[in-house]
């Protein structure tokens, strides 16, 4: 049994989070979701509603768990038994800090594989900060997010200009 771990901030998830995780849903036997959460940005939802916006959204794959994990990421990887890490490469931009942690992560767990997967061609440029900035400015975010997470950023949203 093969399991991958898909690591991030998913603050909030957006569709190319999500075409990633069916991604490595069909590659891998089992998938653990893992919302980080001690994450250096500062996020717009807390660790509990990241976890279940994802499961909300991944709710159709039965090979998806979602779990949340604060420490190193290595650590929560060999505690679920993973073989891999999954990550998600859009522009170069993308690369110089996700080889980092690539190498770093490889260092302190050498029996632990980073996979990247290019972003589907339709979602490179798309990332959670574009959505919030647009949910923010009154902007459409359809087709971007799932609906029920469109749903939580136009309250979330409204809730913090009021
Ligand atoms: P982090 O804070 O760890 O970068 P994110 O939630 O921003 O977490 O992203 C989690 C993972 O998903 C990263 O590997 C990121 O590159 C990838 N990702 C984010 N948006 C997209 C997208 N539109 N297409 C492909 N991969 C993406």
Known sequence: MARAIVPGSFDPVTNGHLDIIERAAALFDEVTVAVAS?????????????VE??????S?????SVGSFEGLLVE????????????????VSDF????QM??????LAPDIETVFMMTGAEYSYLSSSVVKE??????SVEGLVPKSVGQRLRQKVGLQQR
């Open 60 to 64: 159709h794959l039965p090979n998806i």
């Open 38 to 50: 001690s994450s250096p940005k500062s996020a717009l939802f807390g660790v509990e509603e990241r």
């Open 53 to 58: 916006m994802l499961r909300e959204a991944s």
């Open 76 to 91: 929560y990887a060999r505690a679920h038994g993973a073989i891999a890490i999954v990550r998600g490469l859009r522009a």
């Open 134 to 139: 647009i949910a923010r400015l009154g902007g």
């Open 96 to 99: 110089e800090y996700e080889l």
């Open 102 to 107: 690539a190498l770093m992560n490889r260092r």
